[in-house]
């Protein structure tokens, strides 16, 4: 790590990162400088960066939701609207004894993490296909000291949900980027792997896929959480409505954008707070 960086090199490090367009370089030299093992090592880190390198993976660890998540390529990098989707199914649970919840699409398994890290009481699972990922979300639970399983499996198979019964909650950021947004990246997101982004042609894929195939995954009265892309909400509570949910409602993130949707799987008597 460098230690007590010059402001010389400080400002050094910020020019490279603004002569390659990066929006905030000060503060990204900062960040960089606090994790580099020396200056060669910082000034190898910021070229990178200055060429849209995602800083998360060159850092190797970003924080979500105040635990600080291992990344690398293969896998989804948090994000901070995603906290939206953690909150929102906290507070449904609250009142919900040692409620057992399947996180799909789990990717580094930050939302499984921080629903355990906040709830030590629930039965939590994170199940993903890729195995690059996997090894992430594996090895993010051993570094974090959190008792959240992760298991294998396609998320669209049926006969993955079919493992499943008697779940309070399922609570899944999936791929949604529809064809359009794949053809128009940020070129920083084209590090990430496309199976965590690419949604379909109007990236509603999974979402019709999942609800169908994991209603009967959960109890009665269960809770399924997504979160969703912008102008997606009201299209994602249709399928929530034509599956059988009731109590269908949106959350907005901090940007004000409706980024999160949730139901009650038939049957529910109680309207969600």
């Known amino acids: 790590m460098v230690s007590l960086p010059s402001p010389d090199f400080l400002r050094e490090l910020a020019e490279t990162l603004r002569a390659g367009g990066i ?12 994790d ?11 070229q990178r960066r200055a060429n849209h390198e995602p800083l998360q993976y060159l850092l190797g ?9 291992l990344v690398g390529a293969g896998v989804l990098i948090p994000r901070a609207d995603t906290e939206t989707l953690v909150e929102s199914v906290l ?6 004894p040692s409620p057992v919840i399947a996180d799909l699409c789990t990717g580094s398994g930050c ?17 993903e296909k890729q195995a690059a990922a996997m090894k992430y979300a594996d090895a993010n639970a051993v570094r974090l000291k959190l008792d959240v399983q992760f298991s294998a499996g396609d998320v669209l198979d049926a006969e993955t949900a079919a493992r499943f019964r008697g779940l309070d909650c399922i609570v899944c950021n999936p791929p949604y980027l529809t064809a359009a947004d794949m053809a128009a990246l940020q070129t920083e997101v084209t590090y990430e792997p496309e199976t965590a982004l690419a949604g ?3 990236g509603l894929d999974f979402y019709r896929a999942i609800t169908a195939v994991w209603k009967d995954s959960l109890c009665a009265d269960g809770l399924l959480a997504y979160e969703v892309g912008a102008h ?41 707070p």
């Open 91 to 96: 507070c449904r649970l609250r009142n919900k």
């Open 36 to 46: 580099a093992r020396d200056e060669a090592h910082a000034r190898e880190i910021t």
């Open 232 to 272: 997606q909400a009201d299209a994602v509570a249709a399928i929530l409505r034509e599956n059988g949910f009731t109590d269908v409602e949106t959350v907005r993130d901090l940007n004000g954008i409706e980024r999160v949707v949730l139901g009650r799987k038939t049957g529910s008597s109680e309207h969600l």
């Open 61 to 69: 660890k970003w924080e979500f939701y105040g635990l600080e998540v």
């Open 111 to 127: 939302i499984a993490l921080a629903l355990k890290s906040q709830r030590p009481d629930a039965d939590v699972t994170g199940i």
């Open 200 to 202: 379909g042609e109007d």
């Open 23 to 34: 929006d905030d370089p000060e503060l990204e030299a900062q960040w960089i400088v606090q």
